[in-house]
């Protein structure tokens, strides 16, 4: 059974969410946007919410919308799962019965089956308690009739939901108790005949040693003397020394996986580092779901990249790709991103206090502009995607000075979602499509040459309802390098001449033509100027462009706009 929506209310971070899957789903955005929230909503719903009685949410499952917000009078959780077939019977007929029997499935006007529960939570105040409640609904949203009690356990029993946290403590999940790891464990994989030839096996090899270590002698005829004191049945055999375990189930308890080192050392895979021990779990998920899983299951993995290197990153979307099942995962790596196909991504961001959902196959590009997004966004740099507002700036020089000169003036463009982008190799209306489409805020800092009053008319025709004066930020001079020149730092450019490239330039420094002259005979120096532009602000020996931190100033405000 395939989840094809949840809808989500008054849900820690979610007051409002309405979300769809596919068979690969992989949520992105900023941070608190909702994406582990989703992930423990279907935890609630497919796994913790068995019957009426009790509550399995806790107060802070609760939305609170500000500081004063109590959860006795928060609103109701509610969490709305929808399960469809996309072609008549294709749950079959035995799975479709079982649903039937427990009157929680419906038929649409295309033969296809579907399954709709909704459980939620709220403050009892006559109770004084939080209570759970669940009910199957209609298409329309009305509650089912006559549906038994045992109805809820009837789905999650044909809906098997696994998920991964983050946090993967490899000694925990390769324990003889992990919930993983346990099912390998089990005796009942081999015969009996089997069984007797290894327990047998085990006892030679435990007679074995225990013959070649006199000193265990010493130790059996101290322990015997315990029957001088306490009666105590067994005899000549009332001590054994247990050198290995003779029983099968003792041996199996105590198996360990081992990695080798680079050394070829074997290491218990607990004794590894964190992200060694991070795709272990993983890949034990996937055996588990390969040998253990009953039926496609729904599988859940929060920050799968958690603790790798960036190329291991990279390498592991082929790892995922092969677990079984509906996976929904939630990321925040840009190297994972890149290898993602882009029609499963999707994007959450906040708008108005509501969770917004967007997917990157539904932006509006061509396939030439498709091609540009892959190469330029999706493959290089997939953490842009990550971002609440971009700073669009023509080229090097732009990325170069405005995040340091954020810094100089104490913004931290970091912690507020900001990125810089050089859009000069593609074109800065892909740029703005794919913020418009993804609901990330932008602004543009525009060179004024012919160029750059062609990419401004780009901009205008993008800003909607938004002031132009608070979006792009045109410089007066051709460029960036002549509008530093302006704005005081052309003794800066000109400490990167020499004897041949001064001769390059015939104006005075009056006139007009002086600047481009002068950036234009150290083309080959414009990011070292820049840095010893910084240098000079941070030194406080000249001023920042007014410009430059207006434009800084109005990204962060952007920013901050939910």
């Known amino acids: 059974m395939k989840l094809h929506n949840l809808q989500i209310k008054n849900f820690r971070g979610i007051t409002d969410l309405d979300l769809n899957f596919g068979e690969t789903t992989v949520l992105i955005g900023e941070n608190n946007t909702g994406k582990t929230a989703v992930l423990d909503a279907l935890r609630f719903a497919l796994r913790d919410v068995r019957s009426r009685r009790g509550c399995a949410f806790d107060s802070y499952d609760f939305h609170l919308p500000n500081a004063t917000s109590e959860p006795a009078t928060a609103e109701a959780i509610s969490i709305r799962l929808t399960f469809n077939e996309e072609t008549p019977g294709e749950w079959g007929d035995q799975q479709t019965a079982r649903l039937n029997r427990a009157k929680i499935a419906q038929v649409d006007a295309k033969g296809c089956t579907s399954v709709i529960l909704k459980v939620g939570a709220r403050f009892d105040p006559v109770a004084q308690d939080f209570v759970q409640d669940w009910e199957f609904q209609n298409s329309t949203g009305a509650a089912l009739a006559n549906v038994p009690d045992s109805a809820i356990m009837t789905l999650q029993n044909e809906v098997s939901y696994y998920y991964l946290a983050a946090l993967r403590d490899a000694a925990k999940h390769f324990d003889a108790k992990g919930a993983f ?56 055999d009332l001590v054994s020394v247990d050198a290995v375990p003779g029983r099968l189930f003792d041996m199996l308890a105590k198996a360990q996986v081992n990695l080798n080192t680079g050394t070829g050392a074997k290491i218990p895979v607990g004794r590894h580092g964190e992200g060694t021990q991070s795709l272990a779990v993983l890949t034990l998920f996937n055996a588990f779901l390969q040998t253990w899983n009953k039926g496609a299951p729904i599988v859940a993995l929060e920050e799968p990249e958690s603790h790798l290197h960036p190329n291991a990153v990279r390498a592991l979307w082929k790892l995922i790709e092969r677990i079984p099942g509906q996976k929904i995962i939630s990321t925040h790596s840009g190297d994972l991103l890149s290898e993602v196909p882009s029609e499963s991504v999707i994007r959450l961001y906040l708008k108005s206090g509501k969770t917004i959902p967007k997917r990157v196959k539904d932006i509006p590009l061509d396939d030439k502009k498709r091609r540009q997004f892959n190469y ?34 104490g913004k931290d463009l970091e912690r507020n979602g900001l990125r810089c982008i050089a859009y000069r190799q593609s074109d800065i209306a892909l740029f703005i499509q794919v913020a418009e489409a993804m609901g990330i805020q932008w602004i543009a800092v525009m060179d004024n040459d012919q160029q750059g009053k062609a990419d401004q008319e780009k901009v205008r025709r993008s800003l909607g309802a938004r002031p132009e004066s608070d979006v792009l930020f045109v410089m007066p001079e051709d460029d960036i390098e002549q509008h530093l020149c302006a704005s005081g730092f052309s003794h800066v450019y000109e400490s990167f001449l020499n004897k041949q490239a001064e001769a390059n330039i015939k104006a005075t420094k009056t006139d007009t033509e002086y600047s481009k002259q002068l950036t234009k005979a150290v083309a080959d120096h414009k990011i070292a100027a820049v840095h010893a532009v910084l240098t000079e602000i941070r030194d406080g020996v000249n001023g920042a462009p007014p410009l430059f931190a207006l434009a800084i100033d109005a990204a962060i405000k952007w920013a901050n706009l939910s």
């Open 181 to 236: 790891w346990r099912p390998f464990l089990k005796e009942s994989q081999l015969t009996a005949e089997k069984r007797t030839e290894i327990e047998a096996k085990l006892a030679e090899v435990n007679q074995l040693i225990i013959s070649s270590h006199g000193s265990f002698a010493q130790v059996v005829d101290r322990l015997k003397e315990v029957q001088q004191v306490l009666s105590m049945a067994g005899g000549d």
């Open 376 to 409: 330029h966004i999706r493959h290089a740099r997939g953490e842009l995607l990550f971002a609440r507002c971009w700073i669009l700036g023509e080229g090097e020089t732009e990325v170069t000075l405005l995040p340091e000169l954020a810094r100089i003036l």
